[in-house]
């Protein structure tokens, strides 16, 4: 008897295989999907999306190809290893064509023409690039000078980046200042949190075809995110082996015994991310990240009064009424996504997402704007009031201290810690 007969299940439900099937949608994963869905309906597309290893990207990227329309028209460029030459190749590869042999002004020429016919009949054209941290910054601009390509109306061709924290650090260099400020939306996929571990644990059973909970006992989920500090893949490594631990002791369920045994077997520690020191000194980090780098700032109002004032970097934001926005307004009269603020060297711009109802400022509808200090523009029955941080103190005298003594603090502790 296999352990999957054994545990009443269907098919393997930790594999390390992407399956689009067993993707579970936390909150950030529903929020990148949405990011990628956005390139096909902004003729300007251009989305970045950054996540550890084993976090779901390529899974997630797999799920959104299964559901595009028939009027979309795909690459995907995983192998990115590559001179510009042999990116261009391996770009029009995969959309059918055999460009070998053939100098880069002629892949150039071949590529721009195939965007202008599939415009023409009525196509949407997006090329994904998965595991782009690989990308040089040659190759990088190429992608840059592909996204300009456009007709005498729009931009023809969206793109998605995908890969790990690193391809992040690249974009932040000064030669490709220029690619960054055409990209729309960035979103970086963290680990998933306890609860959403837990839910992601008893979904993937459910998929594998188990018809009731429990195959894992309550005892066990602490001390699997203790060990995988939320990753997926490393979830599902620990979980296999622990559901093989268990099958191999001929018991019905997980125990927190099988999951130690499993950590044994594994020769794991307790994953970085779950200790109070690394949660401590990323604390920090980020505060004073928060407080240095902070530019923008919005009051959400309504009827006079204030609902919420929130403050952020340079970058992309959206506004609207999903939650995963990074300004959430809950009401009927604005859009799942109605709006997004870019914030650069220059100020602010807001614009229009295809909303229902519009931005306004005063009684002018806008569909993209730059704002001046104290603009107030109008979403629905909302008001959102614009504050450029940088004509004022970014950081006061008491924070820069506060923040200077925790670092300090921090620090001593890692200094502990490492004797």
Not at 21 to 50: N, P
Not at 72 to 96: D, H, I, K, N, R
Not at 290 to 301: C, G, K, M, P
Not at 384 to 390: A, E, H, I, P
Request: glycine content about 6%.
């Amino acid at each position: 008897m296999s352990y999957l007969e054994h545990f009443k299940l269907k098919e393997q439900p930790f594999r390390l295989t992407p399956d689009p099937d067993f993707l579970y949608w936390s909150k950030q994963h529903a929020r990148a999907k949405a990011y990628m869905e956005s390139t096909i309906w902004l003729a300007d597309g251009f989305v970045i999306i950054t996540g550890d290893i084993g976090s779901g990207k390529t899974t997630l990227l797999q799920s959104f190809l299964a559901e595009l329309d028939d009027d979309v028209v795909y690459a995907v460029v995983s192998q990115t290893q590559l001179t510009p030459t042999q990116f261009l190749q391996s770009v029009l590869t995969e959309f059918g064509f055999k460009p070998f042999n053939k100098h880069k002004v002629e892949l150039l020429d071949m590529l721009n023409m195939f965007l202008i016919e599939q415009y023409a009949n009525g196509k949407k054209v997006v090329l994904i690039v998965d595991e782009a941290q690989n990308l040089t910054k040659k190759v990088l601009e190429e992608i840059r000078l592909l996204s300009g390509i456009e007709t005498h109306k729009e931009k023809v061709l969206r793109i998605i980046l995908a890969g790990q924290p690193e391809l992040k650090q690249t974009l932040e260099a000064r030669k490709l200042k220029q690619l960054l400020q055409r990209v729309r939306l960035r979103f970086h996929i963290g680990p998933l949190d306890f609860r959403e571990l837990r839910e992601y644990i008893v979904h993937r059973i459910g998929v594998a075809g188990r018809e009731h909970d429990g195959l894992f006992d309550d005892s066990t989920f602490e001390i699997i995110h203790r060990y995988t500090g939320g990753v997926p893949r490393l979830i599902n490594t620990l979980c296999d082996t622990a559901l093989l631990c268990a099958f191999a002791d001929e018991k019905e369920s997980v125990s927190a015994d099988d999951i130690m045994s499993a950590v044994a077997e594994l020769n794991w520690q307790e994953h970085d991310s779950d200790t109070g020191l690394h949660n401590k000194l990323q604390q920090v980090s980020e505060r004073r990240r928060s407080l240095e780098h902070h530019a923008t700032q919005i009051e959400v109002r309504t009827e006079g009064e204030s609902l919420s004032v929130q403050s952020f970097p340079q970058g992309r934001i959206i506004v609207g009424r999903s939650p995963d926005n990074e300004i959430y307004i809950k009401s009927k009269f604005v859009s799942r996504h109605h709006a997004q603020l870019v914030t650069d060297d220059d100020g602010c711009v807001i614009e229009d997402l295809n909303s229902t109802n519009g931005v306004f400022l005063g009684e002018k509808q806008v569909k993209k704007y730059r704002l001046r200090d104290g603009d107030v523009v109008s979403l629905g029955v909302h008001e959102l009031v614009y504050t450029d941080l940088r004509q004022s103190d970014a950081v006061n005298d008491a924070d820069a201290e506060e923040l200077d003594e925790d670092a300090q603090i921090a620090d001593d502790e890692a200094s502990v810690v490492g004797e």
